[in-house]
């Protein structure tokens, strides 16, 4: 699309209601105030959380993330980090969702590159941050996994960077995949 201006000119083609594909998200526009009052006032709790509906939806996608986030932490770390009583699984899940919320949001560099070193939203930032945090919380269960095979085995060599990005890596696309999914 190149231009976020053109909008206008597009609405006067297909119409004031268009679905665009931008940047892997389907985004729904609305280029009339007279049309987006009637969407709202019709329809306004399919864009809500407060109805029956949408709480169930809500349940499935947290019940299949809490699912595939065991299924991996279980089997890296012998570790459940869906448990609703730990904080790291609480403290991980929080983390792991404002990365995905982040990335999924509409970014102005995606549409003027020339912006991209500038950050104006600050995602870039913020994403760099809470990759930080996630890095943190992963060597945290890294030591505590080589804790407990030292016990066991004191042959251990490890290069502690490529398993902390691998596995940051797997719980992010998990992460991503299953919520996409629903």
Not at 46 to 56: E, I, K
Not at 57 to 63: C, K, M, P, V
Not at 76 to 82: E, G, H, P
Request: net charge negative.
């Amino acid at each position: 699309m190149g231009n976020l201006l053109e909008l206008a000119n597009l609405a006067k083609v297909h119409g004031s209601i268009m679905s665009l594909e931008l940047v892997q998200v389907t985004t729904v526009v609305v280029s009339s105030a007279t049309m987006a009052k009637a969407i709202l006032q019709n329809h306004d709790s399919s864009f809500c959380n407060q109805n029956c509906l949408a709480g169930t939806a809500i349940g499935l996608s947290r019940a299949a993330f809490d699912t595939s986030i065991n299924l991996l932490s279980n089997t890296i770390f012998s570790v459940d980090l869906a448990n609703p009583a730990s904080d790291t699984a609480r403290e991980f899940r929080d983390l792991v969702r404002s990365i995905l919320e982040d990335a999924a949001k509409p970014n102005l560099s995606h549409f003027f590159p020339v912006l991209k070193m500038l950050d104006l939203q600050g995602i870039r930032r913020r994403i760099k941050v809470h990759f930080g945090k996630l890095f943190q919380l992963v060597d945290r269960l890294i030591d505590q996994g080589l804790k407990q095979r030292q016990e066991h085995d004191n042959s251990v060599e490890i290069d502690r960077n490529n398993i902390k990005y691998l596995i940051a890596d797997l719980f992010v696309a998990e992460a991503d995949t299953t919520s996409g999914t629903l």
